[in-house]
């Protein structure tokens, strides 16, 4: 297979920065995802660690440079990974992290969708927009509709009582 059959039959590439405030990062994310990359929900495709110190230095640190203590499992796909971001995205994506915090920054494939990915591309169309919910707005979306609705139901009873005088 050439490259080009190879990058048709990929899934959407996503990508996430996670903040550990504190540098409280321990490793527990590694079992959910080695669990999604057992079901070939995802392919990982770059990890790493990024260490912003209180005065705003930053460290990156490829899996290999840590401590099995603060990684658990990830270390399982180091020999997988293709290194995707350059020093210019690590810095980019620093920007985000508040100082005094560590976070995690995962590349990955969603292989669960390529097949219809690639069966997109093969009939013509192409991507011309995608995005995300945050897991807070949805949140505060059902938080927002479930005081309407109190706020309608209590509506309702005051125009029902003020009907009976």
Same mark, same amino acid.
């Given at each position: 297979?050439?490259?080009? !059959?190879?990058?048709?039959?990929?899934?959407?590439?996503?990508?996430?920065?996670?903040?550990?405030?504190?540098?409280?990062?321990?490793?527990?994310?590694?079992?959910?995802?080695?669990?999604?990359?057992?079901?070939?929900?995802?392919?990982?495709? !770059?990890?790493?660690?990024?260490?912003?110190?209180?005065?705003?230095?930053?460290?990156?640190?490829?899996?290999?440079?840590?401590?099995?203590?603060?990684?658990?499992?990830?270390?399982?796909?180091?020999?997988?990974?293709?290194?995707?971001?350059?020093?210019? !995205?690590?810095?980019?994506?620093?920007?985000?992290?508040?100082?005094?915090?560590?976070?995690?920054?995962?590349?990955?494939?969603?292989?669960?969708?390529?097949?219809?990915?690639?069966?997109?591309?093969?009939?013509?169309?192409?991507?011309?927009?995608?995005?995300?919910?945050?897991?807070?707005?949805?949140?505060?979306?059902?938080?927002? !509709?479930?005081?309407?609705?109190?706020?309608?139901?209590?509506?309702?009873?005051?125009?029902?009582?003020?009907?009976?005088?």
């Amino acid at each position: 297979m050439d490259e080009v !059959d190879a990058v048709d039959e990929l899934g959407p590439v996503d990508w996430i920065v996670v903040e550990f405030p504190g540098s409280r990062f321990n490793g527990q994310i590694a079992p959910a995802l080695l669990d999604l990359v057992q079901r070939d929900l995802v392919r990982v495709l !770059d990890l790493l660690v990024l260490k912003k110190d209180a005065d705003g230095s930053l460290e990156a640190f490829e899996l290999s440079d840590l401590d099995e203590g603060e990684i658990g499992e990830l270390r399982t796909y180091e020999s997988e990974l293709a290194m995707l971001l350059s020093e210019e !995205d690590v810095t980019s994506l620093a920007a985000a992290i508040e100082p005094g915090s560590s976070a995690a920054v995962l590349v990955w494939e969603n292989t669960w969708a390529a097949p219809f990915a690639s069966a997109v591309r093969r009939s013509g169309g192409q991507l011309v927009a995608s995005g995300r919910i945050p897991i807070q707005a949805l949140l505060a979306a059902i938080e927002a !509709d479930e005081k309407e609705e109190t706020a309608d139901e209590g509506t309702e009873q005051l125009a029902a009582t003020e009907g009976e005088i």
